[in-house]
Each structure stands twice: as C-alpha cells, then as structure tokens.
C-alpha cells in the first residue's frame, strides 16, 4: 500500500522560497497522479498543484510554484518562490490512480507540513 510522507516545511519571510518533498513507499510513483493541496487556519482545504500526464496548478500559484517528480527517488517535489503570507498552511501530497484526476476524494494522504510564511 502506497504510503506518502511530506516534509521541508518551516518559517519563511515573504518573498522567501521552500522546497516541498513528498516521499512515497509501497509502490513506485509511475502508478499514480500526485497532489498538493493546502489548509489554511480557519479556511478549508485547497488544491494546489497536481501532477499526471501533465501538470496544472491554482491561479493563485501560478508562476510561482513549481512541482515536479523524481521517479529515481520516487518523491514528488513542489518549489514554492516568490512566497506569500497567504501561502501559509498545512500542505499535503495525495495520490490517487494513474490517469485519474486530483481531486479531494484520493486515495492515499500524507500527514502534511507545516508552512508558515511570515516576518
């Protein structure tokens, strides 16, 4: 069973980068669509990026975020620039079947990261 560990998360200033990684165990990330998906205090979960045959992200994250995948060391990663107090939350990585899209109802969650963007 494929398992999904997040880590990289911490303080940053605005303006400030961090690297995501999302490390999977169980099963070789061929098989699966990955995303990442954010909770802010108070606010609901979103999606933030995700990653298949192609790859799409928010527009609140556009060219600013970056994910990408290293099938070698079978983890997903998301760079985050140019980052924004907004940006802060727990950011999760899911994993739902190849071809499928991302979505809410995957299948396998890590226990997430926490980002706190902030002077």
């Known amino acids: 069973q494929l398992q999904l560990v997040e880590s990289g998360g911490g303080l940053v200033q605005p303006g400030g980068s961090l690297r995501l990684s999302c490390a999977a165990s169980?099963?070789?990330?061929?098989?699966?669509?990955i995303g990442w998906f954010r909770q802010a205090p108070g606010k609901e979960r979103e999606g933030v990026s995700c990653?298949?045959?192609?790859?799409n992200y928010a527009d609140s994250v556009k060219g600013r975020f970056t994910i990408s995948r290293d099938y070698a060391k079978n983890t997903v990663y998301l760079q985050m620039n140019s980052l924004k107090s907004e940006d802060t939350g727990v950011y999760y990585c899911?994993?739902?079947?190849?071809?499928?899209?991302?979505?809410?109802?995957?299948?396998?969650w890590g226990k997430g990261t926490l980002v706190t963007v902030s002077s």
């Open positions: 899911a994993a739902g079947p190849r071809g499928s899209m991302c979505s809410y109802g995957m299948a396998s």
């Open positions: 169980g099963d070789t990330l061929r098989s699966y669509v």
């Open positions: 990653i298949g045959v192609g790859m």
